[in-house]
């Protein structure tokens, strides 16, 4: 059975992109499907650079441009070098190193035969190339982040779910595997950006429960059936028609909760459409849960945690809330049998942090602060939501 929580760190982008492919399928044959709870993403920090040969020069030239791969992982926005705040960043790329090592990198493909009378008099070999793989330090990277006053986003993103109806000159369609440049598409800007979009398998039950048409028209009762099973946190439904030879435009909704975002966008082939509307959709979500550091007057919450019966669990409670990419501060004020109050402090708005907490498997939100207005105890009346730690 494969999961996204099995990609190992050191799995090289054609083997995550092969895993987001068969996540779909595993988790439906394997009967996962059920509440979302966001994907635990590995390999955040580490990048792959092609370069001739295993010399420090050409390391040091690497560095850099493997540093920006992970600051757009981190991030999950579009990030340039010539940003202001990456650039400092970028020139102590080396300092940043954690660990390096080599593999063999895909061969050159041969170079296209023009001139089919020339007979070769000596056939050259092909210069072996390598992959260098870079981890990066996170603790160190984070720091930078945020001292340059960017955006850190946790590991655990929301899976997002894409519906795609197409229109071209001759035919009506939906995305499915066969489709294979396409979904090539969405596995590299996944990968790029650190955010897991999953394409569905578009077995009989799919088609059963919805058709072209339903997408085409984004009909919410249908996607949300279709969509149950997947189990996704966000569900993105794109159109894309072909107006001529170099225009296609598209339509995106970023279905998600109780706060859906919209946008259109043009380009010159389908492929170039899928791409821009795709990086909308991850902008959204980044913008959602990892807002850009300052943007959010820091805060203060307070959170009401039950089912703590020991120390592991208490333990749990507090590495994972450390671990939010918002949350600067962990600090419990009271601690009872099977109840923790924690005072958490962070840089994004209380929606933010709830988000982020929602995205996780540990912790089940009971009740929130509306729902706490008839407490007596005036500790508990401060209590913004009410958790439960899962097992």
Not at 12 to 19: A, F, G, K, M, P
Not at 62 to 74: E, F, I, K, N, S
Not at 117 to 124: D, E, G, H, K, M
Request: proline share 5%; with cysteine; charged share 20%.
């Amino acid at each position: 059975m494969v999961s996204f929580r099995e990609i190992p760190e050191t799995a090289s982008y054609l083997c995550r992109i092969r895993v987001l492919r068969l996540f779909a399928v595993s988790l439906l044959l394997c009967g996962l499907a059920g509440t979302a709870q966001g994907v635990e993403m590995t390999g955040l920090y580490r990048a792959e650079i092609v370069v001739e040969n295993q010399s420090r020069q050409q390391r040091l030239t690497a560095y850099p441009r493997a540093l920006l791969q992970v600051l757009t992982r981190v991030t999950g926005k579009r990030i340039e070098s010539s940003d202001p705040g990456v650039q400092g960043i970028l020139r102590s790329a080396v300092d940043y190193v954690a660990v390096f090592g080599y593999s063999e990198a895909p061969p050159l493909p041969p170079e296209p035969v023009t001139d089919t009378s020339a007979v070769p008099q000596l056939i050259l070999p092909v210069p072996s190339r390598q992959l260098l793989q870079v981890d990066f330090d996170a603790v160190a990277v984070t720091a930078a982040l945020r001292v340059a006053g960017l955006p850190v986003w946790g590991a655990t993103r929301p899976g997002t779910l894409l519906w795609l109806a197409i229109e071209d000159s001759t035919d009506r369609y939906l995305l499915t595997e066969e489709q294979v440049a396409l979904v090539d598409i969405v596995g590299r800007l996944s990968d790029q950006r650190g955010v897991p979009v999953l394409v569905p398998i578009m077995d009989i039950q799919d088609q059963q429960t919805l058709n072209w048409f339903d997408v085409w028209a984004d009909f919410g009762a249908p996607i949300e059936q279709a969509s149950a099973r997947y189990a996704p946190d966000a569900v993105l439904v794109g159109r894309i028609a072909r107006h001529g030879d170099q225009h296609w435009s598209s339509r995106w909704t970023l279905r998600q909760a109780s706060n859906p975002a919209q946008w259109s966008v043009e380009g010159e082939s389908l492929a170039a459409a899928l791409e821009q509307g795709l990086r909308q959709a991850i902008d959204v979500l980044a913008s959602r849960y990892a807002p850009l550091s300052g943007s959010h007057v820091s805060g203060r919450t307070l959170l009401r945690i039950s089912s703590v019966d020991t120390y592991a669990e208490f333990s749990r409670v507090m590495n994972y809330l450390r671990g939010l990419a918002s949350v600067t501060r962990v600090v419990p004020t009271r601690v009872e049998a099977t109840e923790v109050l924690i005072e958490i402090e962070h840089s994004d708005a209380f929606f933010g942090l709830q988000q982020a907490i929602d995205l996780g498997a540990t912790l089940q939100l009971v009740d929130v602060a509306a729902d706490l207005i008839l407490e007596t105890d005036p500790v508990l009346q401060g209590v913004a939501a009410y958790y439960q730690l899962t097992n």
